[in-house]
């Protein structure tokens, strides 16, 4: 839409969650949603059967609140456990989650002067990992906190920061980058790593070319740090179980852990002392930077090698398409150079050691970690930018692929492509597979041996999406119904159609549909040289 407008954006972070607006082509503005902080926490604890949010859950006792919550949807999740003084106890999720939601919104309302309800442009990110079922179930939760958001607002989280970046090398710069993005966004619960074809200027755009992600980010190097700190104090002769309170001990060792974690971004060492009324008498212990980045190592291998992974992943939907078995004899030496910039964001790009592996893989691109705002803010900064999404490329379609038949004068629906589901896993980028994309064929087809049907698109929120067919607009294509029916969807935006008689269709996407505007089609034209499918419509009554 143009750097016009007002925007609002909302980031609900596993660790923290902020607001942003923006106005045309004013500076982003964080809304002060904590009561000393920009952010407020995202933490839920219960005094009783009393449950509380942000910064008076923070100031329970650590064994009576619950962190990262965030986490129960991407770790599909329905309860979460409270290890409390009495023993632990089992909490729904969807609660807890609602309750942050709700006063994200709550301290929003009160910093913007105005609720969410009355912004017309609102937009919620989320893990560029989560599937479908993961992100249908934050917009049924943020429905029921008060937000008004649906599937055409919900945004990949490196998607945002892309944007982000993007127009702030524009506005602040008058610069036009174009190339190869690389986002790293490591956050407490996830990493997330998008390669992004860029185009700078007053209308940016945006194409995912591969977006890849790992549950193991902040949260596991807390863990990390802390059983380093548990072992130091079994040396020092301190047993964790013969404390008096085993749980509340791992409570307040993992709080130290991510003190450490934050203080060890600014200062070499850090003394880690814990409280010893109610757990005994603990050692003092001094936690370095070395140490830190000895145990933060094996997490960050692996986040390289997921990093490559991206980059080989992005050669199969941009330029220059090459095969899964040729991709996996590039090395890094062979790839190194697709990369133009590097964008690191999330709180755990703060730490040095992450700038400092990750700004080594690609010696010639250009790194930053400030988009106007600081690295863990470059996500909501995106969100609330007016340019707008809908120039935006999808990496793997947002939007369902069904099967739809008539049968005893019922219609039958059957979901062939489930929206967001991921085209192929990190792994077989690297190992075995000749071929990366979705298939479903034979028995797996869903519908009858025999007949006819159709085969149609519908939104994350099911409203039917139109396709445009070598520039012909229609509700879907026909089906001829076998034993021998097959669908395949590859990275590259090839559809391949094969009906029971054996007969193929191949098509290509030029374009994917942005959420589920009246206007969003899914445009496609025939491969040349073999035969278009036969156009589908439903029946239109006449208007009176």
């Known amino acids: ?75 599909d999740r329905s309860v979460v456990s409270l290890p409390g003084g009495d023993g632990p106890r089992e909490v729904a999720a969807d609660e807890v989650l609602v309750a942050v939601l709700s006063e994200i919104g709550k301290r929003a309302a009160a910093a913007l002067g105005r609720p969410l309800t009355d912004e017309r442009d609102l937009r919620l990110g989320c893990p560029a990992m989560w599937n479908g079922q993961q992100r249908e179930r934050l917009l049924t939760l943020a429905a029921k906190a008060g937000l008004p958001i649906d599937d055409s607002t919900l945004v990949d989280e490196p998607a945002a920061a892309g944007v982000a970046w993007l127009t702030h090398r524009f506005l602040a710069y008058d610069g036009r980058p174009k190339g190869r993005l690389l986002v790293f966004d490591m956050g407490g619960g996830t ?3 998008a390669v992004l074809d860029v185009e700078g200027g007053a209308r940016p755009e945006i194409s995912v070319l ?11 190097l807390d863990d990390a740090i802390a059983a ?27 709080r130290a852990a991510r003190e450490a974690k934050i203080g060890l971004s600014r200062l070499p060492e850090q003394r880690v002392v814990l409280p010893t009324r109610q757990i005994g008498q603990v050692p003092v212990v001094t936690y370095t930077r070395e140490q830190l980045e000895e145990s933060f190592r094996p997490q960050l291998d692996d986040a390289e090698r997921l990093v490559w992974a991206a980059v080989r992943a992005s050669r199969l939907t941009g330029r220059g398409n090459r095969s899964p078995a040729e991709l996996r004899t590039l090395g890094p030496d062979e790839l190194r150079d697709d990369i133009d910039y590097v964008l690191l964001t999330g709180g755990m790009s703060r730490i040095p050691y992450v700038r400092e592996r990750i700004g080594a893989l690609f010696p010639r691109a250009q790194v930053f970690d400030y988009v106007g705002v600081y690295s863990d803010e470059a996500i909501v900064a995106g969100l609330a930018d007016t340019t707008g999404y809908d120039r935006l490329n999808l990496h793997r379609p947002g939007f369902d692929f069904v099967v739809e038949w008539d049968e005893g004068g019922q219609l039958q629906r059957e979901t062939l492509y489930a929206g967001y589901t991921a085209l192929y896993e990190p792994w077989q980028v690297l190992n075995g597979e000749s071929e990366l994309g979705f298939t479903r064929s034979g028995r797996d087809f869903p519908g009858p041996t025999q007949g006819n049907g159709r085969l149609r698109i519908r939104s994350a929120s099911g409203e039917p999406l139109g396709l445009a067919l070598d520039d012909q607009v229609m509700d879907g294509v026909s089906l001829t119904f076998g034993r021998s029916m ?38 496609l034209e025939s491969v040349q040289g073999t035969k278009p499918p036969t156009p589908w419509n439903a029946e239109r009554k006449p208007e009176s």
């Open 228 to 254: 380093d700190l548990t072992e130091e104090l079994l040396r020092r002769g301190f047993h964790a179980q013969d404390s008096p309170h085993p749980a509340l001990f791992r409570a307040l060792i993992h």
């Open 486 to 523: 097959a669908f395949e969807l590859h990275c590259n935006g090839r559809i391949m159609i094969r009906h029971g008689s054996g007969e193929k269709v191949q098509l290509q996407v030029q374009r994917w549909p942005v959420g589920s505007r009246d206007d969003a089609l899914l445009v």
């Open 210 to 220: 591969s977006a890849l992600g790992t549950a193991h980010a902040g949260d596991a």
């Open 191 to 193: 990493l997330d790593i």
């Open 1 to 75: 839409m143009g750097l016009h407008g007002r925007a609002v954006g909302v980031d609900f972070g596993t660790c923290t969650s902020l607001v942003a607006t923006r106005a045309g082509r004013r500076p982003v503005e964080i809304a002060p949603l904590g009561r000393t902080t920009r952010w407020f926490p995202s933490l839920v604890g219960y005094r009783g059967a009393t449950l509380l949010v942000g910064e008076d859950a923070a100031a329970l006792p650590d064994d009576q609140v619950i962190r990262s919550i965030k986490r129960a949807i991407t770790e």
